[in-house]
T-cell receptor
Framework: NAGVTQTPKFRILKIGQSMTLQCTQD?????MYWYRQDPGMGLKLIYY???????DKGEVPNGYNVSRSTTEDFPLRLELAAPSQTSVYFC????????????FGPGTRLLVL | GDSVTQMEGPVTLSEEAFLTINCTYT??????LFWYVQYPGEGLQLLLK?????DKGSNKGFEATYRKETTSFHLEKGSVQVSDSAVYFC????????????FGKGNQVVVIP
């Protein structure tokens, strides 16, 4: 099993550009999450999904969108990149709810200039 | 809302020293408690967890006990190694809450040979 994979590993965007961060898991997990990690600030939840076709907002959803058309994939979309979105983005998956162990991908480092 | 507080600042210590990282929490229900570890350049991975009061989680020589009376889940290791250098995050999930983990800000641990 590859676990949780994320692409790209690193990306530089100009202000106003858009991009999609890809996340795929091969563990048949129902729950998937997107977090951002800012220096010294821990992780903040952006969006999560409890199954295919179901998504919901987390703590910091503004400026982002998600979709969950399959169990495996949970892409995160940035429509109009802003410097405040410079961060490291982690995707995670879990078999059940947040009491279950979450498995994290290696992260995508995004720089918006 | 649910929150986790970790002690301030990085922790630097010598190999074979005793490690303690403090974690206290605020929750309305009966949360599950976790310690996640992030090695350099990687995503987070579960270190240990406890799901009810007085439970002790343990893994790789690390231990933490769920103390409901002091709302704490302090992480300890009796003899650290250089390979334990990482960032450690305390987190909680409230089963009656909103499907998310609440993370602390993390503590950088540096072990010097």
């Amino acid at each position: 099993n590859a676990g949780v994979t994320q692409t790209p590993k690193f990306r530089i965007l100009k202000i106003g550009q858009s991009m999609t961060l890809q996340c795929t898991q091969d563990m048949n997990h129902n729950y998937m999450y997107w977090y951002r990690q800012d220096p010294g600030m821990g992780l903040k939840l952006i969006y999560y999904s409890v199954g295919a076709g179901i998504t919901d907002k987390g703590e910091v959803p503004n400026g982002y969108n998600v979709s969950r058309s399959t169990t495996e994939d949970f892409p995160l979309r940035l429509e109009l990149a802003a410097p405040s979105q410079t961060s490291v983005y982690f995707c995670a998956s879990a078999l059940g709810g947040p009491q279950e162990t979450q498995y994290f991908g290696p992260g995508t480092r995004l720089l918006v200039l | 809302g649910d929150s986790v507080t970790q002690m301030e600042g990085p922790v630097t210590l010598s190999e074979e020293a005793f490690l303690t990282i403090n974690c206290t929490y605020t929750a309305t229900g009966y949360p599950s408690l976790f310690w996640y570890v992030q090695y350099p350049g990687e995503g987070l991975q579960l270190l240990l967890k406890a799901t009810k009061a007085d439970d002790k989680g343990s893994n790789k020589g690390f231990e933490a006990t769920y103390r409901k009376e002091t709302t704490s889940f302090h992480l300890e290791k009796g003899s650290v190694q250089v390979s334990d250098s990482a960032v450690y995050f305390c987190a909680l999930s409230d089963p009656g809450g909103n499907n998310r983990l609440a993370f602390g800000k993390g503590n950088q641990v540096v072990v010097i040979p």
